[in-house]
């Protein structure tokens, strides 16, 4: 074989083992959610038959929450999160998407959370469109020993917003965690679900979309 064959074949093997490897790391990030976004949550398989088995929400003390399936506004895909409330002092109410809760089918995150490489991520966010009501929402996180952690948000913008939620902003809650929670002010992973409570008096609606993480 002559030099210019030799390097043709050399090039060649190159050029292959080096798209090879690209192919193999770019495969490996999605598996491990490697990178600079992770989608958790669109909603997608949110039907106007399921969304009661597909979505833990319920409410008490007077304060009332209903949960339905919008196609109309979404921010991305065909379908978005529809929450209509109405709180009252004294009530309370959830909306909760993930793994280990009552609601069995609500665990429908697209990467199951022992999948998720936690400490790559700084950031959980999700699309609200909101009415700019001025209305507070808790947001909280369950983490893998069952201890809530918190993050208030408020609806200041009629349309769709990105809420950006720092994991290092999150603090345990101190008004209520469940009996068998270990509460040990320290977030421990992997997380399981995902909450949002209305907490200002009054009635309002918002939508939820494309729940994500991201690194920053």
């Known amino acids: 074989m002559n030099i210019g064959k030799l390097l043709g074949v050399i090039i060649f093997v190159v050029v292959i083992f080096g798209a090879a490897w690209i ?9 491990s959610g490697r990178g600079d976004i992770l989608v ?7 039907t106007d038959a399921n969304v009661k088995d597909s979505v833990d929400f319920g409410s008490g ?21 529809k929450v209509e409330y109405d709180s009252v002092p004294g009530g309370y109410m959830w909306i909760a998407r993930g793994y280990g809760l ?6 429908k995150w697209l990467c199951a959370p022992e999948k998720i490489k936690w400490d790559r991520y700084g950031v959980l966010s999700f699309y609200m469109y909101g009415q700019g009501t001025g209305t507070q929402i808790a947001v909280d996180l369950r983490d893998a020993q069952k201890e809530y ?6 609806d200041t913008k009629k349309g769709w917003t990105q809420v950006k939620c720092p994991l290092d902003e999150f603090f345990s809650r101190s008004d209520w965690q469940p009996e068998d929670a270990v509460v040990d002010s320290e977030m421990s992973f992997p997380l399981k679900s995902f909450q949002l409570e209305p907490r200002t008096p009054g ?8 729940l994500q993480l991201s690194a920053s």
């Open 203 to 210: 009635k309002g609606v918002f939508y939820i979309d494309k």
């Open 102 to 107: 009552d609601v069995k089918g609500a665990a």
């Open 61 to 81: 003390n007077s304060s009332r929450v209903f949960v339905f399936v919008s196609s109309d506004p979404v921010f991305s895909g065909e379908k978005a999160l």
């Open 149 to 154: 952690w918190r993050y208030m948000i408020t």
């Open 23 to 31: 192919f193999i790391r770019a495969s490996g990030n999605l598996l």
């Open 40 to 46: 958790l949550d669109d909603f997608e398989d949110l």
